[in-house]
């Protein structure tokens, strides 16, 4: 049974927190939905969002994390895990296991998606390559006026 007194209830409206730069990756915008707060660090959740063009990806890298899962929102992405090249739709799920090596290269304009880690201070930690990565997808140019 869980004790009710260790989490506190938390709702956090669309308006509520905004789009801000400065997480994990300067590539992304992310979204606090208020539950680290909420559960004294035990589990983050955030919205990312494409900010720019994939140039180099996030580099291979893996979690010291116990749990967490990308929920694709918009758009989709295109995962390295170990060797096997991943692509996740809006609509998909994925469970990363701890320690699982991985490298997101690609993405697109629109991407978006809901990540949920445990704990919420879950470090992030650099590992040789597991495998080649594909080149990303290149962004369409904006017309000049």
């Not at 580099?59 to 929102?73: C, K, N, P, S």
């Not at 918009?74 to 991985?102: I, N, S």
Request: overall charge negative; charged content about 20%; hydrophobic content about 40%.
């Amino acid at each position: 049974m869980t004790d009710a007194t260790s989490t506190e209830f938390s709702h956090v409206k669309a308006n509520d927190t905004p789009y801000v730069s400065g997480g994990l990756r300067d590539f992304f915008l992310y979204r606090d939905l208020g539950i680290a707060k909420a559960t004294h660090g035990k589990v983050i959740a955030h919205l990312v969002r494409a900010n720019m063009a994939p140039a180099q990806g996030t580099g291979w890298h893996r979690h010291e994390a116990d749990f967490q899962i990308v929920i694709m929102l918009k758009g989709w992405a295109r995962f390295m895990y170990e060797d096997q090249e991943t692509l996740v739709e809006a609509g998909d799920c994925v469970h990363q296991r701890p320690g699982v090596r991985h490298y997101l290269f690609d993405y697109s304009p629109d991407m978006e998606y809901l990540e949920i880690v445990s704990p919420a201070d879950f470090k992030s930690i650099d590992v040789e390559p597991a495998a080649e990565v594909p080149a990303p997808t290149p962004w369409p140019q904006a017309n000049a006026a």
